[in-house]
């Protein structure tokens, strides 16, 4: 069982915006703005999407944003395209005896 | 560009020691970061194994702490990871990667372990 709660899977249509909830602890999220996403393609390695909360590293576009509310965490993208069907993981800091936690995953289909 | 390629057996006996070494190139260990394992088992999520820093402080996860061993060498650029008393649930793909607090920002391909009985 993973720290951080995710669903397990989301969908939507091309064009429209989908959010990824991350739910965890004040131990965890609520605690810190040290939140970051992954995205992973089958097979592929995690690519850092969003870090800090809702800072998109260079390249990532600005259709992925990220967003924090006590102890929920929530990964937005809007306009989806199909390449964006990956699977997208939450982490989250959980101080100085855990470090950090990741969530279970999130299957993204595009409809 | 930071690169790290992650080397070791792909094929390890239960009850033995797992033992891996990730390489880092475009980047010099001793500038700073920390450097962390991750593992993901076959169809499952990912789980922080620990990290350490340049000066060799080390943090792990405290499921595995016990277990676990993550060292650094400065003058080859590399960083190890030691595993023991090894079962099939450590079976997965091991991955390394440079972290900051909660940010692991460059990823090595990863290495498929699997542990047999």
């Known amino acids: 069982q993973s720290a951080l709660t995710q669903p397990r899977s989301v969908s939507g249509s091309p064009g429209q915006s989908v959010t990824i909830s991350c739910t965890g602890t004040s131990s965890d999220i609520g605690g810190y703005n040290y939140v970051s996403w992954y995205q992973q393609h089958p097979g592929k390695v995690p690519k850092l999407m969003i870090y800090?909360?809702?800072k998109r590293p260079s390249g990532v576009p600005d259709r992925f944003s990220g967003s924090k509310s006590g102890n929920t965490a929530s990964l937005t993208i809007s306009g989806l395209q199909a390449e964006d069907e990956a699977d997208y993981y939450c982490c989250s800091y959980a101080g100085t005896n855990t470090f950090e936690v990741f969530g279970g995953g999130t299957k993204l289909t595009v409809l | 560009q930071v690169q790290l390629q992650e080397s070791g057996p792909g094929l390890v006996k239960a009850s033995e020691t797992l033992s891996l070494t990730c390489t880092v190139s475009?980047?010099?260990?001793?500038?700073?970061?920390?450097w962390g394992w991750i593992r993901q088992p076959p169809g499952k999520g990912l789980e922080c194994i620990g990290s350490i820093y340049q000066s060799g402080t080390t943090n792990y996860s405290p499921s595995l702490k016990s277990r676990v061993t993550i060292s650094v060498d400065t003058s080859k650029n590399q960083f190890s990871l030691k595993l023991n008393s090894v079962t099939a649930a450590d079976t997965a793909v091991y991955y390394c990667?440079?972290?900051?607090?909660?940010?692991?920002?460059?990823w090595g391909q990863g290495t498929m372990v699997t542990v047999s009985s």
């Open positions: 800090d909360v809702n």
């Open positions: 990667a440079r972290r900051r607090t909660a940010v692991f920002d460059f």
């Open positions: 475009g980047y010099s260990i001793s500038s700073g970061y920390y």
